[in-house]
């Protein structure tokens, strides 16, 4: 595989924005469209499922994800063709994906067929969906992940393509926390969805950036590298630092997408915020995340991306903490709105972290691991991590959904996911890499 031009990074970062805001609006937007919060329940809104069958039904598709994920980090690794081994499953994954995405949002059962808990079937339904859906989520973000390591040669560097990934990643977020919410109202959750769904054309940008045209003497050489997926996986988990690095990633992982799930529940019924309201405080926490970027790169290149990461948990977790105070019964001189947006603005700096880090760090392993071994297996570092990802964020969805039946439950969401902040910055102390750019 070719090196890319610095020119190029921005093309290849921007691939992320369109596979990354769908996978987003699934996480957050589909249970509180099966599931609505209670105002909008009161003004009108229909249940579609029921809570339990929900959390069940979402926890066994993506953790079905997570068994095929092995397998597809396996055929990237090992693939072979005239047109390469990662841009093939990149291009014949698209289409699917896109499909499935649009199917999540049309339950069978609605209007007169359901019960004022929704329909059991509707769950039946969007576990199936969902399950496709994954499947072609990771089918192309594996391949697209795993050429990170060898479209560029340093870790530095890695950290900058990151970074470029993480200025798209942040526009899908903005997309999907702060524009959606003021679509809600004109448009509803499913037709907000559906509108935004063009921006997965950006896909097509790393498609052509990634270059693979391999003679035939790197095939045959290649073929004599390849690793037979239990092989890769033993190595994988047997890799001390890749290990220590998906210990603390789990944790975060858990408390970010318990967060994400949450907040638009916290802005409702806690905060007591319009759902226009909501959007705004949400850009609070967006808006900033390319200027922390650029201060994150800064103490990374000082200090270490290590140490710059795991100031950005403590820093979360602090965030948090002032979510928590933003609860309307405690009357506070300062509105609900504007704790949430500064809470927000707090955050904006451990979110632009978190988006780069799951990037830079298992790339930068991967590619340790490959001089070590002699073995290419970037693709597996990513799919295990997305593997433990799934898992940690079918569990937070499911906990959050029976969570939420509990009165107070929404008030609950904030301090959980400090905790689990603080737990993932001791976890990461071990972590051998992400040291200081040596003059």
């Given at each position: 595989?070719k090196?890319i031009?610095k020119?190029?990074e921005p093309?290849?970062?921007?691939?992320?924005?369109?596979p990354?805001?769908?996978?987003q609006?699934?996480?957050?937007?589909l249970l509180?469209?099966?599931?609505?919060?209670?105002?909008?329940i009161?003004a009108g809104?229909?249940?579609?499922?029921?809570?339990a069958?929900y959390?069940?039904g979402?926890?066994?598709?993506?953790?079905?994800?997570?068994?095929v994920?092995?397998?597809?980090?396996?055929?990237?690794?090992?693939?072979?063709s005239?047109w390469?081994?990662?841009r093939p499953?990149m291009v014949i994954?698209l289409?699917?994906?896109i499909?499935s995405y649009?199917l999540?949002?049309?339950?069978?059962?609605?209007?007169?067929?359901?019960?004022?808990?929704?329909?059991?079937?509707?769950?039946v339904y969007?576990?199936?969906v969902?399950?496709i859906?994954?499947?072609?989520?990771?089918f192309?973000?594996?391949?697209y992940l795993?050429?990170l390591?060898?479209?560029?040669p340093d870790?530095q560097?890695r950290?900058r393509?990151?970074?470029?990934?993480t200025?798209?990643n942040?526009?899908?977020?903005?997309?999907t926390?702060?524009?959606?919410?003021?679509?809600?109202?004109?448009?509803?959750?499913?037709?907000?969805?559906?509108?935004?769904l063009?921006?997965i054309?950006?896909?097509?940008g790393?498609?052509?950036?990634?270059?693979?045209?391999p003679?035939p003497e790197s095939?045959?050489?290649?073929?004599e590298?390849?690793?037979?997926?239990?092989?890769?996986?033993?190595?994988?988990?047997?890799?001390k630092?890749?290990l220590?690095?998906?210990?603390?990633?789990?944790?975060f992982?858990?408390g970010l997408?318990?967060?994400l799930?949450?907040?638009?529940f916290m802005?409702v019924?806690m905060m007591?915020?319009?759902?226009?309201?909501?959007g705004?405080?949400?850009?609070?926490?967006?808006a900033?995340?390319?200027i922390m970027?650029i201060i994150?790169?800064l103490?990374?290149?000082?200090?270490g991306?290590?140490?710059a990461f795991?100031?950005?948990?403590?820093?979360?977790a602090?965030?948090?903490?002032?979510?928590?105070l933003?609860?309307e019964?405690?009357n506070l001189?300062?509105?609900?709105?504007?704790?949430?947006m500064?809470?927000?603005v707090?955050?904006?700096?451990?979110?632009?972290?978190?988006?780069?880090?799951?990037?830079a760090f298992?790339?930068?392993?991967?590619?340790i691991?490959?001089k070590?071994?002699g073995?290419d297996?970037?693709g597996?570092?990513?799919?295990v991590?997305g593997?433990?990802?799934?898992?940690?964020?079918s569990?937070?969805?499911?906990?959050?959904?029976?969570?939420?039946g509990?009165?107070?439950?929404?008030?609950?969401?904030a301090?959980?996911?400090?905790i689990?902040?603080?737990i993932a910055?001791?976890?990461?102390a071990p972590y051998p890499?992400?040291?200081?750019?040596?003059?």
């Amino acid at each position: 595989m070719k090196t890319i031009k610095k020119w190029q990074e921005p093309l290849y970062g921007i691939g992320g924005l369109g596979p990354g805001f769908m996978y987003q609006v699934v996480l957050t937007y589909l249970l509180y469209y099966y599931r609505p919060a209670q105002a909008r329940i009161e003004a009108g809104a229909l249940v579609l499922a029921p809570a339990a069958a929900y959390a069940i039904g979402m926890f066994i598709a993506r953790a079905l994800d997570g068994l095929v994920d092995l397998p597809i980090a396996s055929w990237t690794d090992n693939f072979r063709s005239r047109w390469g081994r990662r841009r093939p499953m990149m291009v014949i994954g698209l289409i699917p994906l896109i499909i499935s995405y649009i199917l999540l949002w049309y339950p069978p059962f609605t209007g007169s067929n359901l019960t004022p808990e929704g329909h059991w079937a509707n769950a039946v339904y969007v576990a199936v969906v969902s399950s496709i859906y994954f499947f072609f989520q990771t089918f192309i973000i594996v391949p697209y992940l795993a050429s990170l390591s060898e479209i560029v040669p340093d870790e530095q560097s890695r950290v900058r393509v990151a970074s470029w990934q993480t200025v798209f990643n942040t526009i899908a977020y903005v997309l999907t926390f702060v524009v959606a919410p003021m679509m809600f109202q004109k448009f509803g959750v499913r037709g907000t969805a559906l509108l935004l769904l063009p921006g997965i054309l950006t896909f097509l940008g790393p498609i052509f950036v990634i270059k693979e045209n391999p003679d035939p003497e790197s095939l045959k050489q290649s073929k004599e590298r390849e690793v037979p997926l239990l092989q890769s996986i033993k190595m994988t988990l047997s890799n001390k630092t890749f290990l220590i690095y998906i210990s603390c990633v789990a944790t975060f992982y858990f408390g970010l997408q318990f967060f994400l799930g949450g907040i638009a529940f916290m802005g409702v019924d806690m905060m007591g915020l319009k759902e226009s309201q909501l959007g705004m405080m949400n850009a609070a926490a967006f808006a900033p995340v390319p200027i922390m970027l650029i201060i994150f790169n800064l103490i990374s290149k000082k200090k270490g991306a290590k140490f710059a990461f795991r100031i950005a948990l403590l820093v979360f977790a602090f965030a948090m903490l002032i979510f928590a105070l933003s609860w309307e019964k405690f009357n506070l001189p300062i509105s609900p709105l504007s704790m949430g947006m500064i809470a927000g603005v707090v955050a904006s700096f451990s979110i632009g972290a978190f988006f780069t880090i799951p990037y830079a760090f298992p790339a930068q392993i991967a590619a340790i691991d490959a001089k070590e071994t002699g073995k290419d297996r970037a693709g597996m570092f990513f799919a295990v991590q997305g593997v433990v990802n799934q898992f940690v964020g079918s569990l937070a969805g499911s906990i959050l959904a029976i969570l939420l039946g509990w009165k107070y439950g929404v008030v609950a969401i904030a301090p959980i996911v400090a905790i689990t902040m603080v737990i993932a910055f001791f976890l990461f102390a071990p972590y051998p890499l992400g040291k200081p750019i040596e003059k």
